[in-house]
């Protein structure tokens, strides 16, 4: 009971206390137009507050209904997923914008539907990779690894077509996350993910685009009206942030960043809250992983617990991860938003429900341990 509750709390407390801060960034904003972060701020604020809402009710729900009924559920989730995802490219549906197709616009409601299929393709696998011979409930006739690793390909070519690389990197790490959960030997997972990681990266070197953000990374000085804009931005906000804190809503960052609040909330956070804030934003995501760990041990009886539970975790810490070495100005821009923190309401509300699964698999009565769990080589 003890190690339900810290585990619990080391997952639970950390996203809304994330979520808080990225609530008051955007509610911060000065009133000037704009992207997120930028215009009027009760706009921004009631969608992120909104998405706070749902992401929390969604995860209630997850640890509510249980990870076996949630596992069962996965290939249904996975396909409507993947559907919302593919409907970015249909016309009126899906929004063009800056040369991608990312996003669905449907009356009120708008978003980027691949923060749901990530998390979704993450759960299909360690529901098919991962299924115990013992596990309770029938296991699907389909159900097979090579089948799930054919799926996850999918989902990951369709978030290349849009073209999303980040999110089809995340996908990726979910992706073979849940296969090293499930037991598959490194001498086969290694080699297969080394591959695919440099066959995105490959894919994306034939992007006109990718090829000038690492020119302005490379040589930023060189490219001041173009992609290096932003790159000498970060640099001047890490500055900031050692100098001292601007306060809330104050930061330079605001007025030079193109996204503050959402690609760049980090070094936003750095700006106002000074080495302070960003000490507590990375203690904050140390605490989930802290918390991921000890589901991930409370789920050691089956595999494909331990699977869903390394899957949800690669999804939640590889964005914040790539968004944090982003803003330090360790890797080129590749535009990926923080979870709970970022103004990205569709974001939040799949955190909110991979947050929960963590949460349902702690809270799991252990079941008898497979004794071929974990033998895949």
Request: with cysteine; glycine share 14%.
């Amino acid at each position: 009971m003890a190690r339900r509750n810290v585990t619990v709390t080391l997952l639970v407390v950390p996203a809304f206390g994330l979520a808080a801060l990225g609530f008051a960034i955007v509610a911060t904003a000065g009133q000037r137009p704009g992207g997120p972060g930028f215009g009027a701020p009760t706009h921004f604020a009631a969608r992120q507050a909104v998405g706070v809402a749902l992401g929390a009710a969604l995860g209630a729900l997850v640890a509510r209904v249980g990870v076996h009924r949630v596992f069962r559920a996965a290939p249904v989730l996975f396909a409507g997923a993947l559907l919302a995802t593919a409907a970015v490219f249909v016309r009126g549906v899906g929004v063009h914008a800056a040369g991608a197709n990312r996003w669905l616009h449907l009356g009120p409601v708008s978003g980027s539907p691949a923060p749901f299929l990530i998390g979704a393709t993450g759960l299909l696998v360690a529901a098919w990779a991962g299924g115990d011979a013992g596990a309770p409930g029938p296991r699907p006739r389909l159900a097979s690894r090579p089948l799930a690793l054919a799926l996850a390909l999918l989902a990951v070519l369709v978030l290349v077509a849009e073209p999303d690389f980040s999110a089809a990197a995340i996908a990726l790490a979910a992706t073979f996350a849940a296969f090293a959960g499930a037991g598959v030997a490194g001498r086969r997972l290694v080699p297969a993910a080394v591959v695919l990681a440099l066959g995105l990266a490959l894919g994306a070197s034939r992007f006109g685009y990718v090829g000038d953000r690492v020119h302005g990374f490379v040589s930023p000085e060189s490219d001041r009206h173009g992609h290096g804009f932003e790159v000498l931005a970060l640099a001047r906000a890490r500055t900031n942030a050692a100098a001292g804190a601007a306060g809330l809503g104050h930061g330079a960052s605001r007025r030079h960043l193109s996204s503050p609040a959402s690609d760049y909330v980090f070094a936003l956070v750095g700006d106002e809250l000074g080495r302070g804030g960003l000490w507590a934003v990375v203690g904050a995501w140390a605490a989930i992983a802290a918390g991921a760990v000890l589901a991930t041990r409370a789920g050691a009886g089956e595999a494909r617990r331990r699977a869903g539970a390394a899957a949800c975790a690669a999804a939640l810490l590889a964005p914040a991860a790539l968004h944090i070495a982003v803003c330090r100005g360790w890797t080129p821009i590749v535009g990926v938003t923080m979870p709970f923190l970022s103004y990205d309401p569709a974001l939040t509300i799949a955190s909110g429900g991979e947050i929960g699964f963590l949460v349902g698999l702690a809270c799991v009565r252990d079941a008898a341990p497979d004794p071929t769990a974990g033998t895949f080589a």
